[in-house]
């Protein structure tokens, strides 16, 4: 059992829980057998600042029941501003097969919504096998385009139908946070925000070695792989982010959090 509690710190302004993979594994297990809403999202660096960016986003990130540390760096603010005492961050790709080790052995089914069609037909048989009771109650992928008058409550109509316990959202941030901000008030179940966890568990994407990791370098990684789409990501934000920090741990900038809200998000992709 965890000894880490659940308490929510203002990452410049972003509400990040402090917590592991043990206590945020449980919590949204719990959500799925009781048949709760719950939002649920990791946030790297990349997200942080997309939430300081976009005040209106910050706010809907704010309301999210569960905000794990994803990156390094973001733990390290934790520790750093609020002495949070992490040992680890909380990965999303990591995160998504613990919860779904539980739900596999809990019976619990789980929709993938999101992504390609050549990533899920990859991503499905990869996760069979290394959860061979795990059971698919739907598989939906991305529309790439913006929802319709109507189609959250489709939307929401068949994960419902399906019998769906778990949703595990790959739309990529922050359109995955804006989407599971929408569907909660229509789902009684967690929906995940997991990243590029579809693309990693299906093969798509090579991970890091485990060093690059543990010393938060895994954007120098993925700088390499992907320079043409994500210089601007990493070369501009993560200075930022360090400047951004620094204030706000002498006190020149109290980097208040945005208060959360429940207000439907105006459009949003699907």
Not at 188 to 216: E, I, N, S
Request: proline share 9%; hydrophobic share 45%; with cysteine.
């Amino acid at each position: 059992m965890t000894t880490v509690a659940t308490r929510k710190r203002s990452v410049l302004g972003v509400l990040v829980d402090a917590t592991d993979y043990a206590e945020a594994t449980d919590r949204i297990i719990a959500a799925a057998e009781q048949g709760r809403p719950m939002a649920v999202t990791a946030l790297a660096v990349h997200g942080v600042m997309e939430g300081v960016h976009d005040p209106a986003l910050g706010a809907r990130l704010n309301s999210f029941d569960l905000v794990t540390p994803d990156g390094q760096p973001v733990r390290w603010a934790l520790n750093l501003l609020h002495g949070a005492g992490l040992r680890d961050r909380v990965y999303g790709p990591t995160l998504t097969l613990r919860v779904l080790e539980r739900a596999a052995a809990a019976g619990l089914p789980v929709y993938l919504y999101g992504s390609t069609p050549p990533t899920l037909d990859r991503l499905v048989p990869a996760l069979q096998r290394m959860f061979p009771a795990l059971k698919f109650a739907g598989i939906e992928a991305s529309k790439f385009r913006a929802v319709e008058p109507g189609e959250a409550e489709q939307i929401a109509g068949r994960i419902t139908a399906s019998g769906a316990r778990i949703v595990l959202v790959g739309l990529g941030c922050p359109r995955q946070e804006n989407f599971a901000h929408a569907l909660r008030p229509h789902l009684a179940m967690p929906l995940l925000a997991v990243g590029a966890a579809f693309d990693y568990h299906a093969g798509g994407l090579r991970k890091p070695p485990p060093w690059m990791q543990r010393y938060g370098l895994e954007w120098l990684w993925r700088l390499g792989l992907e320079p043409k789409r994500l210089w601007r990501r990493y070369l501009l934000l993560n200075p930022e982010y360090l400047a951004r920090l620094g204030a706000q741990r002498i006190g020149l900038w109290k980097a208040t959090p945005p208060t959360p809200t429940e207000q439907p998000v105006p459009t949003f992709p699907v």
